[in-house]
């Protein structure tokens, strides 16, 4: 009987990645977008973000920080893993908008006034001295 030869090669795998309702990869990096309200701008936020495996990731801001519509949050090691590195992760990215009302009633105004007189502009930004 006659052994035939056995012939070897590259084996190229293709994959098609599908959208996701929540994340947008950008190489390692998973980034999402979460829209949170004026108070949780100025007072702070706590979020749940689920994840693709099924678990929920708790993010929320430090005491004393603002966030900007169009702030990124970088969580180091919540990203896909490196190719060549699997236990090495890329960051997740969260992407801040602000919603801002469309009309705040006069008598809100006013009270909200007095507690924002104490802003300043420092080099054509508003910050909280407190």
């Known amino acids: 009987m006659k052994s035939q030869a056995k012939k070897t090669g590259d084996l190229i795998v293709t994959l098609k ?8 990869r950008k190489g390692n990096d998973l980034v999402c977008t979460r829209i949170i309200s004026i108070q949780e701008s ?21 005491p004393e920080e603002v966030t900007r519509h ?16 699997p236990e090495d992760r890329g960051c997740l990215v969260v992407e801040f908008e602000v919603q801002f009302p469309k009309t705040i009633p006069v008598e809100i105004k ?19 001295p407190f």
């Open 17 to 24: 990645e599908q959208p996701h309702e929540i994340f947008i």
């Open 42 to 62: 100025l007072c702070g936020y706590e979020l749940k973000i689920p994840f693709i495996d099924g678990t929920e990731k708790t993010i929320k801001s430090e």
């Open 70 to 85: 169009g702030y990124r949050k970088r969580i180091e090691g919540l990203g896909f893993p490196w190719p060549m590195s």
């Open 110 to 128: 006013d009270k909200l006034r007095p507690l924002l007189e104490c802003t300043k502009i420092v080099e054509d930004k508003r910050f909280f």
